[in-house]
């Protein structure tokens, strides 16, 4: 069972002096799964999701990510990963060929490698026509579905999406998601956090945060029914209050 | 005390960008006013124009008697404006910003601590740590307090539950609806269409046009088409398996779980059969259809899928 | 207006960076500049005292005005005139010829030449005399040769005006004041407005009832306390560590001062108004302001060297002309009827950023 585990959390502590962002995590994420990571502002997420991208160290506790221990083997780990933010977009002042190109070389992918993937990928998004374009004069909702490209274009296994989707009109948010489907039925797993809770639902299985533990997880439907209500957003709710 | 706001035929371009395209809408006194829309639709643009940070290429906005381009002084002074972002200084204490723009509208916290006592007094704890230490909650009640200090008439919210978390937010409309009461007239913009639902009426705007500007319940009314709720077995290749299904079907969206379907001028009978031979042959099973209610969200798709 | 200035305290005082900046900048650059840099002269305006008006005496004059280093400004008639003479501020050397020169060379084979020097800039004034010196032992050469290999000498004595020891560190005070003055006034004014528009606060004080007069006093009143004491610290360290003098009137020099900070700040709302990121304000405070400040007042680079087309655009830069009234107060130590037309200069240009800076201060985003 354990190598169908592509993330193992456990016992994570996350101290800063007195302050404890993460008490005593412990969770898997399968491989393949698109995992939601949900939680109030302020419950420890954004701590958790940096450890377990490798920039920075758990206080102590175990976590294996795709196979490479985050104390241990950081270096390596980020090279097995895609990372995606809606603060960390691309250049706005590169053209959309460019950025691809950026950051294929950050991962040490060939110049015919990353030609191949950026036709490919901009040939999924509709954008071949678009690719000298500079990215500050596309729309929102289309820089966003070219930084998930450019995250999952050196095929990691695993892609951390830490609110993809904010401000994004629904429409192209839903065509966002068709994406992550379609990567995460080529096997790549998929970890992505956000406030929008009918996109919690989209995920196979939510984890809910707050005050710097896990107080619940389960697929949305399970969630649903163990707080006897309707929506994931009433299931977050209950969890939040119930702590405070 | 509250004003009414009237926008007629507004419009704003940015160079060749047309960021409002002819927007006529009132806005009644006292009365709770949604703008709904993703982000570049021009709320920020509208209620900038309000304040007159920004100067209209044509059209008029009438804050009460006051007109946005000849008495801005006097809108401004009348006006509560929480700008996106919060407008805080992180680096003052929530106390010390409060003190500021108390003092900035010529008043202080101590002669109207009573108006904004509901909100301050969640925060009040935390008087003394800076407002960059605080959870997005904490800071979007200490921009509130701060736009409220003066005793404004109307009040303008930029995106105040942008980024901030479900309870949170809910907490935060549960204080407006009690700002309401004391009278004032609120404008308030949001990319969330669940919110929509909070407000008296609703202007839906996208790409600088007004979709619609109805009362929540009436936007539901007024959705063409049957709506049907959708799942089977295998819902994460359901958008790609439904593609080409026709026949009847206006468009497929997800949402949450499910799959919502519009469809004009079919029975259920016949959508059923049509969907359930098209599924089952790629491998769908446990397929159920069920009539659901739009919601705003699914209005707001279908007025964009219109326009 | 308090509760305002105060947080704008609260900003300084919370930011280590703005207070190394403020407070250890003027050391630094004060222990910085406190070496010399080495220049070329060219076309230095200098006055004869030609006591003996003979026909050696002429011809050496022709020498020295003909080697292209020089300029005749003034004849003078007596010693009497030479104080005057550098007062006015354009002469940078008097060459005085003692009596019966050519009468004496001929008659006792030496004649002596003084060369009195404005050293309040000592690398200029060390490079003035020498080439002086140089041009008159070659014409003494020629002089021998002309007359059947007499040997004959002309002696040269050199007096240095105004900062008799030449301390370079004398010449740089003045450039470091109005460095750290710019620096100060019209960066930090013009970064803190600038964090303000990034941060959003902006929005929210625009759509107050506050006028555009009484935001910006709000935001520069801070930096015009702190540039002055900024002022003091670096007046001093230039006494109590290098011991200079301070000459002319302390109260006057303060009150110029503050002239040059009124402008300054003015700069820096000018600026905070077309920048619309920090770091362009930043990068435009440097280029525009601190660069031309260094490089053009004539704080390192004597103007007179320059092309023409530099020192044209010298004369835009304020920081030249309180520069030049700076040295006049602390190392010539005269008073306001020397420099009345710099200071008006200066007045003028204040008065004209302090307008447009009002005027160009928006109450809009746009």
């Excluded at chain 1, 990215?135 to 951390?160: E, N, R, T």
């Excluded at chain 3, 530099?310 to 010539?332: A, G």
Aim: net charge neutral.
């Amino acid at each position: 069972m354990e190598e169908n585990n592509i993330i193992i959390v456990e016992n994570l502590f996350k101290k800063f002096g007195n302050f404890t962002a993460n008490n005593d995590l412990n969770f898997v994420v399968k491989s393949g799964e698109i995992f939601g990571f949900l939680g109030a502002n302020g419950a420890g997420k954004t701590t958790a999701i940096k450890i377990l991208s490798g920039l920075s160290k758990p206080t102590s506790g175990k976590v294996i990510v795709a196979g490479f221990d985050v104390n241990t083997q950081s270096n390596k780990l980020k090279q097995n990963i895609g990372y995606m933010s809606q603060r960390f977009s691309l250049y706005d002042d590169l053209t959309v060929k460019e950025n691809f190109r950026f950051y294929g070389g950050i991962y040490g992918m060939s110049a015919k490698n990353i030609r191949l993937k950026t036709e490919a990928l901009l040939k999924r998004l509709d954008m071949l026509n678009y690719k000298d374009m500079l990215l500050k004069k596309l729309p929102l909702g289309w820089k966003q579905k070219l930084a998930f490209s450019v995250a999952v274009m050196h095929d990691p296994a695993i892609v951390f999406l830490d609110e993809p989707t904010g401000g994004v009109d629904p429409i192209t948010r839903r065509q966002f998601w068709e994406l992550i489907y379609e990567k995460s039925s080529e096997g790549v797993t998929i970890f992505v956090t956000t406030h929008y809770m009918d996109e919690a639902e989209y995920c196979q299985r939510v984890s809910i945060m707050a005050e710097g533990k896990i107080e619940a997880l389960d697929t949305p439907s399970n969630l649903k029914k163990q707080f006897n209500v309707n929506t994931m957003d009433e299931v977050f709710v209950k969890i939040a209050r119930k702590v405070n | 005390m509250s004003v009414r706001v009237e926008i007629n035929k507004l419009v704003k371009n940015f160079e060749k960008v047309e960021a409002l395209k002819e927007i006529s809408l009132k806005v009644e006194e006292g009365e709770l006013f949604g703008l709904i829309g993703p982000d570049g639709s021009g709320k920020t643009t509208l209620f900038r124009l309000i304040t007159n940070l920004l100067v209209q290429n044509n059209g008029t906005i009438k804050v009460g008697d006051y007109d946005s381009r000849k008495d801005f002084k006097e809108i401004r002074k009348i006006t509560g404006y929480m700008p996106g972002r919060f407008s805080l200084y992180h680096d003052l204490s929530v106390e010390e910003n409060l003190n500021f723009y108390a003092h900035i509208f010529n008043t202080t916290l101590k002669e109207n601590y009573h108006l904004i006592k509901d909100v301050y007094s969640q925060i009040e704890p935390f008087k003394k740590r800076k407002a960059g230490d605080l959870s997005g909650g904490m800071k979007q009640k200490l921009a509130l307090s701060c736009a409220l200090i003066h005793k404004p008439e109307l009040l303008i919210l930029d995106e105040p539950t942008t980024g901030v978390d479900a309870v949170s937010r809910k907490e935060f409309w549960e204080l407006l609806k009690k700002m309401q009461k004391t009278g004032i007239t609120i404008m308030v913009s949001t990319p969330y269409m669940d919110e929509a639902s909070l407000c008296d009426r609703v202007a839906l705007m996208q790409n600088g046009n007004l979709l619609a500007l109805e009362t929540p319940e009436n936007i539901v009314n007024q959705y063409s088409g049957d709506l049907w709720q959708l799942s089977t077995s295998n819902m994460i290749k359901i958008i790609v398996d439904l593609e080409g299904v026709g026949n009847g079907i206006k468009n497929i969206f997800r949402f949450g779980e499910k799959v919502h379907i519009t469809s004009s001028g079919i029975e259920f009978e016949e959508l059923n059969k049509t969907i359930i031979d098209f599924l089952e042959p790629k491998g769908h099973e446990n397929i159920i259809i069920e009539k659901v209610e739009p919601q705003i969200e699914d209005c707001f798709l279908d007025l964009m899928d219109e326009n | 207006m308090w509760p305002f200035i105060k947080k704008e305290f609260f900003h300084i005082f919370r930011d280590i960076r703005s207070m190394v900046i403020l407070f250890g900048m003027p050391v630094a650059q004060v222990l910085l500049f406190g070496f010399a840099i080495t220049t070329d002269i060219k076309d230095v305006d200098i006055a004869i005292l030609d006591n003996s008006k003979d026909n050696v005496t002429m011809e050496l004059s022709n020498k020295l005005v003909s080697s292209g280093y020089f300029i005749l400004n003034e004849n003078l008639k007596s010693n009497d005139e030479i104080e005057e003479a550098f007062q006015k501020g354009k002469i940078k050397e008097v060459v005085i010829f003692e009596n019966d020169f050519a009468k004496k060379l001929k008659k006792e084979g030496r004649a002596d030449v003084q060369l009195i020097l404005d050293a309040s800039e000592p690398n200029t004034a060390n490079m003035i005399s020498a080439y002086t010196t140089g041009i008159i032992s070659t014409y003494s050469m020629e002089y021998i040769k002309r007359n059947q290999n007499i040997p004959v000498a002309i002696i040269t004595e050199t007096k240095m005006l105004y900062n008799p020891e030449l301390k370079s560190v004398y010449m740089f005070v003045p450039g470091v004041i109005t460095i750290i003055l710019m620096l100060v006034s019209a960066m930090m004014t013009s970064i803190s407005i600038t964090r303000e528009k990034e941060v959003g606060t902006m929005e929210a004080i625009l759509v107050s009832p506050l006028k555009p007069i009484q935001i910006i006093l709000g935001k520069v009143a801070p930096y015009i306390l702190l540039s002055f004491i900024n002022l003091i610290v670096i007046l001093l360290l230039a006494k109590f560590v290098f011991a200079m003098p301070l000459n002319g009137s302390l109260v006057l020099l303060l009150a110029e001062s503050i002239l040059f900070i009124s402008m300054a700040l003015a700069l820096g709302i000018l600026i905070s108004a077309i920048s619309k990121s920090q770091q362009q304000a930043m990068l435009l405070s440097m280029f525009a302001l601190l660069l031309p400040t260094i490089l053009l007042s004539g704080f390192i680079f004597p103007i007179e060297n320059m092309p023409v087309i530099l020192q044209l655009i010298s004369h835009i830069m304020p920081s030249k002309w309180f520069i030049i009234i700076l040295k006049n107060i602390m190392l010539k130590g005269v008073g306001m009827e020397y420099f009345w037309k710099e200071t008006l200069i200066l007045l003028v240009m204040t008065i004209f950023f302090i307008v447009m800076s009002v005027k160009k201060f928006k109450l809009r985003l746009e």
